[in-house]
């Protein structure tokens, strides 16, 4: 599929770009012998193995595809898609500091989830709020994380 496709791209050029960005991080001779660049190198490990499980996968589905079933379909509608969920990321990234994480997270979450899994209200919005919860916890108490207070001040 033509969507899979264009993931796996922007994936393998993000994490390209980012591991370019961490290597710019600069690091000291003392202190942490692993230093700033450890979470961002797991973080960049982290998109190559996804993206060579995504390849892994369209390989596979490949060969166990029919002639029929491997061509591209004719509807576009996954191709805006893809778009809106681009445009939504950004529109998040540039609301993060002015809203802060405590609430732009979970209204980018649960915008998500509200339209791609329709109709469990519940769950997206527990999933959304227990998510912010623990990743805001997980940061900012266990690890020392500040995170975009906004406009909370939290």
């Given at each position: 599929?033509?969507?899979?496709?264009?993931?796996?791209?922007?994936?393998v050029?993000?994490?390209?770009?980012?591991?370019?960005?961490?290597?710019?991080?600069p690091?000291?001779?003392?202190?942490?012998?692993l230093?700033?660049?450890?979470?961002?190198?797991?973080?960049?490990?982290?998109?190559?193995?996804s993206?060579?499980?995504?390849?892994?996968?369209?390989?596979?589905?490949?060969?166990?595809?029919?002639?029929?079933?491997?061509?591209?379909?004719?509807?576009?509608?996954?191709?805006?898609?893809?778009a809106?969920?681009?445009?939504?990321?950004?529109?998040?990234?540039?609301?993060?500091?002015?809203?802060?994480?405590?609430?732009?997270?979970?209204?980018?979450?649960?915008?998500?989830?509200?339209?791609?899994?329709?109709?469990?209200?519940?769950?997206?919005?527990?999933?959304?709020?227990?998510?912010?919860?623990?990743?805001?916890?997980?940061?900012?108490?266990v690890?020392?994380?500040?995170?975009?207070?906004g406009?909370?001040?939290?």
């Amino acid at each position: 599929m033509i969507s899979n496709r264009v993931i796996l791209v922007l994936t393998v050029l993000f994490a390209a770009a980012y591991f370019f960005g961490i290597r710019q991080i600069p690091t000291l001779d003392i202190g942490d012998p692993l230093g700033p660049r450890a979470f961002p190198y797991l973080i960049t490990g982290g998109l190559v193995v996804s993206a060579g499980w995504l390849l892994a996968e369209m390989l596979q589905a490949r060969k166990a595809a029919t002639p029929q079933e491997n061509s591209e379909p004719q509807d576009r509608r996954h191709l805006v898609l893809l778009a809106g969920v681009v445009s939504w990321i950004a529109l998040y990234f540039a609301a993060f500091e002015r809203l802060g994480f405590l609430l732009s997270t979970p209204l980018f979450l649960l915008a998500l989830m509200a339209y791609l899994n329709r109709g469990k209200w519940v769950a997206n919005v527990l999933t959304a709020l227990l998510f912010t919860a623990g990743i805001y916890f997980l940061f900012s108490r266990v690890l020392g994380v500040s995170l975009a207070k906004g406009l909370l001040g939290i």
